[in-house]
């Protein structure tokens, strides 16, 4: 099998270092990832400029993987990785350094490199989990939950494209969980610069409550969640409704 390993923060991260070790005793492992951090870039494509694909080294060890770096965005490094290395069966994305959670996956840029993966045609797994300026992730921990549920997963090719977040430390089972969508978490914050003038920063704010059964809930509960995902954003109760109550005109119209 060969795993293509991307992410959103970068081809030095530490987190997609720990990714490629554990992939690589479930496959023939080569990481193809932005040469900038990428967070939030979501599906984003670099469609009206050519690609680089170089080889780069990484500051982690990860035996016997070669890593190559992309001007883009995940989805670039995923459309390119799979371009240049043939019959790729999986991609991984992640570990991303903060979670991904709810309605975050809308703009998440390590989800996108999953789902790159899947409106290819190809399977697309995404591991994200908490991360804070000051610490770093325990990464052997981390790496214990990836393998688990890289077996789980395994057994269930079916499952096209997946979200997963792990908790910080030894997470008290695994859940299947759905994406918490109640709440939207992101804010747009006026402040000023060092001149004066006021600029607008994106932001999160906290989500006061979460819903059981959903990923926030599971993190929040020291579980490892795992979302499956689809491709397909149609909304079938609002499109068997619109059915219902309304016939579209049988004329052209003007
Ligand atoms: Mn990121």
Not at 172 to 190: A, F, H, L
Not at 204 to 218: I, L, S
Request: aromatic content about 6%.
């Amino acid at each position: 099998m060969r795993i293509l390993i991307t992410n959103d923060d970068g081809v030095y991260s530490p987190g997609i270092a720990a990714l490629a070790q554990v992939a690589s005793r479930f496959g023939e492992t080569r990481i193809v990832a932005p040469d900038v951090e990428m967070s939030s870039a979501s599906s984003s494509l670099s469609a009206s400029r050519p690609l680089t694909y170089k080889r780069t080294r990484l500051p982690f060890d990860v035996a016997g993987v070669e890593a190559y770096r992309v001007n883009g965005t995940p989805g670039d490094c995923v459309g390119v990785g799979t371009c240049v290395w043939q019959n790729v069966d999986l991609v991984l994305s992640g570990i991303n350094l903060g979670t991904n959670l709810g309605n975050a996956l809308w703009h998440s840029g390590t989800l996108a490199g999953a789902r790159q993966a899947a409106l290819l045609g190809l399977r697309g797994i995404a591991f994200s989990a908490p991360a804070t300026d000051t610490e770093q992730p325990e990464f052997e921990i981390l790496k214990t939950s990836v393998a688990a549920v890289l077996d789980l997963l395994m057994g269930l090719p079916s499952l096209r494209l997946v979200n997963v977040n792990l908790p910080a430390s030894t997470p008290r089972g695994i859940v299947w969980t759905r994406q918490s969508v109640r709440q939207y978490d992101g804010k747009v914050v006026p402040g000023k610069d060092p001149m004066g003038r006021t600029h607008y920063w994106y932001t999160v704010v906290p989500v006061q409550a979460t819903d059981e059964g959903t990923d926030r809930w599971a993190l929040e509960q020291g579980y490892a969640s795992v979302t499956p995902l689809r491709v397909d954003l149609t909304d079938e109760a609002a499109l068997d409704e619109a059915k219902r109550r309304a016939e579209p005109p049988k004329v052209r119209l003007a």
